[in-house]
């Protein structure tokens, strides 16, 4: 099992998945973008209380909210193909190290991160589309506040573990051939 997640194919079978669903997340965000949501649904994701949350809700036409709503929706599948692509590659990091390494370890631990990442984005979704059906209350949009911030977190040392370690992998191996 281990080495059908390390191979090459499934790596670049999950990078395909994940430029494709990139990009199928940013032509919903297309729609989405405005002078009250300059970031589309990343500024939905952070409005910082209920009146921001309102007042990019209300930016919106039925079209846009109606993209808001499939980006959402979507983003439930994403969250699967992105855990997984980023999966994919600590695992190639962590296989790559000696036992009992502290970047072995890292990548361990990174693993475990990236997948409450997912649960996290998970959450903050289900309080942006309470929002977007129209439950207007403090707690979904400070929900969705706090769990994206943990989330991009999270993603954002994972993705910088990876940028210090795939490096010295490919120059590593480079160097033993």
Same mark, same amino acid.
């Given at each position: ?96 190290? $000696? $036992? ?7 990548? &361990? ?20 589309? &309470? ?41 590593? &191996?480079? &160097?033993? $051939?």
């Amino acid at each position: 099992m281990n080495n059908l997640l390390l191979s090459k194919n499934t790596l670049i079978i999950s990078f395909a998945l994940l430029i494709l669903s990139i990009g199928v997340m940013r032509s919903f965000d297309g729609y989405l973008k405005n002078e009250v949501a300059p970031k589309g649904i990343v500024s939905f994701e952070l409005a910082s209380d209920l009146d921001e949350s309102k007042a990019i809700i209300n930016s919106w036409n039925e079209q846009s909210k109606t993209a808001a709503g499939l980006s959402l929706g979507f983003d439930y599948l994403f969250m699967i193909i992105y855990g997984g692509f980023i999966s994919v590659l600590l695992l190639r990091v962590k296989d790559y190290f $000696q $036992q009992k390494s502290f970047l072995r370890k890292t990548a &361990r631990f990174a693993l475990i991160g990236v997948w409450v990442a997912v649960l996290f984005d998970g959450v903050e979704n289900y309080g942006l589309i &309470r929002l977007i059906l129209g439950d207007m209350r403090e707690v979904w949009s400070s929900v969705a506040l706090y769990f994206a911030s943990a989330k991009f977190i999270i993603l954002l040392m994972v993705i910088i573990f990876l940028l210090i370690t795939l490096p010295i992998m490919i120059f590593g &191996r480079r &160097r033993k $051939q």
